[in-house]
């Protein structure tokens, strides 16, 4: 049985990679902080899994390189995913010391611990759209596109890539970067945009909220399903050569865009509850994104199946309780399909 270490397995894209790795016959081991309140709702539904007897969480932090080279030393693991960080744009403005270290420092730490114990884990390193500058000449944004990130975020995500091509160069390490474009799902965490806009159309509804304040509402995003693209990323450490790929689906939508279909499948007039606050506006904004993954389908035979509107439908449908998230019947006829 191959053994994975996931850090950040308590976000949206940790939780489905767990599961995904679990149901493929892995002994997964997930880095969780202290807090108190513990939240780990994201896993909840598959710590009690049968099968879930293989998966162990083991407390630590991506800024305390002691705990991390405990971990790494038990466990010892074929495969390492990094996904921990501070990723949020906006709160990357407020705290930017904190996403320096926990978001660029700690994948050194991580690489570090890995040289020095002698490990030969192959590591996946998330890297972000965030890297691009947003210029829309440049755009679809691919692997050869020049990085000039807007804000505190992207520069840390510029220099976990940029230490992860040093180690890879520098000793022979296994290490891919995979530049996603945004992803989102019903476990988006409820800060970011696109789980924002549902989760606040429920309120409405339920009576709860008048109004929904958001910010730039021009800003242009490539959006897939999360659950396809952590798909990617394990696909990505079973090539025989690293190699960083970009992910995406190819097509770019505004977040008025999102807030219009959203609204249109509640049965909700956007112009009739939605306000604009300084308060969501960022000191930098990327203006648009679109990724070019072509040398993914490539490589790796991946294409994504949800494209924008399959996506907010399938989000705003949980939010309303019309139906659950999909992810166990498209990875089933995903397995299907490659058996």
């Known amino acids: 049985m191959k053994v994975a270490f996931i850090t950040g397995i308590t976000g949206q894209d940790g939780s489905?990679?767990?599961?995904?790795?679990?149901?493929k016959g892995y002994i997964v081991h997930g880095l969780i902080r202290r807090t108190s309140?513990?939240?780990?709702?994201?896993?909840?539904?598959?710590?009690?899994?049968?099968?879930?007897?293989?998966?162990?969480?083991?407390?630590?932090?991506?800024?305390?390189?002691?705990?991390?080279?405990?971990?790494?030393?038990?466990?010892?693991?074929?495969?390492?995913?990094?996904?921990?960080?501070?990723?949020?744009?906006?709160?990357?403005?407020e705290t930017p010391v904190y996403t320096a270290e926990t978001t660029?420092?700690?994948?050194?730490?991580?690489?570090?611990?890995?040289?020095?114990?002698?490990?030969?884990?192959?590591?996946?390193?998330?890297?972000t759209s965030e890297l691009f500058s947003g210029d829309k000449s440049e755009a679809p944004q691919n692997e050869a596109t020049r990085f000039h990130p807007k804000n505190p975020y992207g520069v840390s995500k510029?220099?976990?890539?940029?230490?992860?091509r040093i180690y890879k160069e520098s000793y022979g390490m296994f290490i891919v970067n995979g530049i996603l474009f945004?992803?989102?799902?019903?476990?988006?965490?409820?800060n970011f945009v696109t789980r924002k806009i549902t989760l606040d159309?429920?309120?409405?509804?339920?009576?709860?909220?008048?109004?929904?304040?958001?910010?730039?509402?021009?800003?242009?995003?490539?959006w897939g399903y999360a659950p396809e693209y952590v798909e990617a990323m394990w696909m990505m450490l079973?090539?025989?050569?690293?190699?960083?790929l970009v992910i995406s689906t190819g097509e770019t939508h505004s977040v008025r865009d999102f807030l219009q279909e959203a609204c249109d499948l509640a049965g909700l007039d956007p112009e009739a509850i939605v306000k604009i606050h300084e308060l969501y506006k960022r000191?930098?904004?990327?203006?648009?994104?679109?990724?070019?993954?072509?040398?993914?389908?490539?490589?790796?035979?991946?294409?994504?199946?949800?494209?924008?509107?399959?996506?907010?439908?399938?989000?705003?449908?949980?939010?309303?309780g019309r139906s659950p998230d999909p992810y166990e019947q498209i990875w089933d006829q995903n397995q299907q399909e490659n058996s």
């Open 182 to 190: 945004n992803h989102e799902s019903p476990r988006r965490g409820e």
């Open 158 to 164: 510029l220099y976990s890539a940029e230490i992860a």
């Open 37 to 93: 309140y513990m939240i780990r709702t994201r896993i909840d539904h598959f710590i009690n899994w049968p099968h879930s007897k293989n998966m162990f969480l083991h407390y630590g932090d991506m800024t305390d390189p002691v705990s991390i080279q405990n971990i790494l030393g038990k466990v010892r693991p074929d495969e390492i995913y990094n996904l921990a960080a501070q990723s949020h744009v906006k709160i990357s403005y």
């Open 238 to 244: 079973q090539q025989e050569e690293p190699i960083d």
């Open 104 to 127: 660029g420092l700690g994948l050194l730490y991580l690489l570090e611990t890995v040289r020095s114990l002698g490990l030969k884990s192959k590591i996946y390193q998330a890297s």
């Open 283 to 320: 000191p930098n904004e990327v203006d648009y994104l679109c990724g070019d993954s072509t040398k993914a389908k490539t490589i790796l035979g991946w294409a994504p199946k949800v494209k924008f509107r399959e996506l907010v439908k399938i989000m705003i449908n949980f939010e309303l």
């Open 16 to 23: 489905y990679l767990a599961e995904y790795l679990i149901r």
């Open 201 to 222: 159309i429920k309120k409405v509804i339920d009576g709860k909220k008048d109004y929904i304040y958001l910010g730039n509402l021009d800003a242009q995003r490539d």
